[in-house]
């Protein structure tokens, strides 16, 4: 059922970019151009987050809904590169590796931007958790780089992948900036046996960071072991 969500959802943005690709291709952009693109964005959204945790007012999420959306874009770029190969018959060896290094730069620097606005303003348990979803994001992509390395097929196993990942950290940003700007700076749903707001803004933000956290590293472990069975019954 997911996979048929995930290939739907895939269908429909492919036929609205597939009239950019066809004009990429006529101008003779390359997939390695965009890849880089894809790069630039993101280190574009890092900077957009420690703008806001330098200048910004810790209150105040609009920031993180500016952050979102660019995340959104570089993720678009990350669809479009690929497509683009495909349809124009420039896949190589060498783009797949190019655009899986810089798939992983890319996100190492959007987590940077993530955790340094988190740590700036004080949100320290939810800059943990951003950490340990960089950690469970590049084990997801880790697990699955070694394992087809070995001959295994690991794209269908777990769910957090790359594209899902872009999303629930682009939306949320989104969302976190929308929800700042409707319910004010002074938003905190509070709980008398709590020190802290059960609730808040940047909960819009933070919450689906913990949930990718713990799936992201799920995913991860679940491929390590998928692959020892695997590798069994050989």
């Known amino acids: 059922m997911g996979s048929d969500w995930k290939n739907k959802g895939q269908a429909l943005v492919y036929k609205w970019i597939d009239p950019l690709i066809r004009l990429s291709i006529r101008v003779g952009i390359a997939p390695n151009f965009v890849t880089l693109l894809g790069l630039l964005i993101n280190i574009f959204a890092a900077a957009i987050f420690i703008y806001g945790a330098e200048y910004g007012i810790r209150a105040n999420?609009?920031?993180?809904?500016?952050?979102?959306?660019?995340?959104?874009?570089?993720?678009?770029?990350?669809?479009?590169?690929?497509?683009?190969?495909?349809?124009?018959?420039?896949?190589?060896?060498?783009?797949?590796?190019?655009?899986?290094?810089?798939?992983?730069?890319?996100?190492?620097?959007?987590?940077l931007g993530i955790c340094y606005y988190l740590i700036a303003h004080h949100?320290?348990?939810?800059?943990?958790?951003?950490?340990?979803?960089?950690?469970?994001?590049?084990?997801?992509?880790?697990?699955?780089?070694?394992?087809?390395?070995?001959?295994?097929?690991?794209?269908?196993?777990?769910?957090?992948?790359?594209?899902?990942?872009?999303?629930?950290?682009?939306?949320?940003?989104?969302?976190?900036?929308?929800?700042?700007?409707?319910?004010?700076?002074?938003?905190?749903?509070?709980?008398?046996?709590?020190?802290?707001p059960l609730m808040e803004t940047i909960s819009f933000f933070t919450f689906p960071i913990f949930a990718l956290a713990i799936f992201a590293n799920i995913t991860a472990i679940t491929r390590l072991f998928r692959a020892g069975k695997m590798l069994e019954n050989h």
């Open 61 to 111: 999420h609009s920031i993180v809904g500016w952050a979102g959306a660019t995340i959104l874009l570089a993720g678009l770029m990350d669809m479009i590169d690929g497509r683009l190969a495909r349809i124009g018959k420039m896949e190589t060896t060498y783009g797949a590796l190019f655009d899986s290094v810089l798939d992983r730069y890319s996100e190492m620097f959007m987590f």
């Open 123 to 196: 949100y320290f348990l939810s800059s943990l958790f951003a950490f340990i979803a960089m950690i469970g994001s590049v084990m997801v992509s880790y697990t699955r780089a070694r394992a087809e390395g070995l001959g295994l097929k690991m794209a269908d196993v777990g769910f957090m992948q790359r594209p899902e990942r872009i999303l629930l950290i682009g939306i949320s940003g989104v969302v976190c900036g929308i929800m700042s700007e409707i319910l004010g700076s002074d938003f905190k749903m509070m709980v008398s046996w709590l020190p802290f």
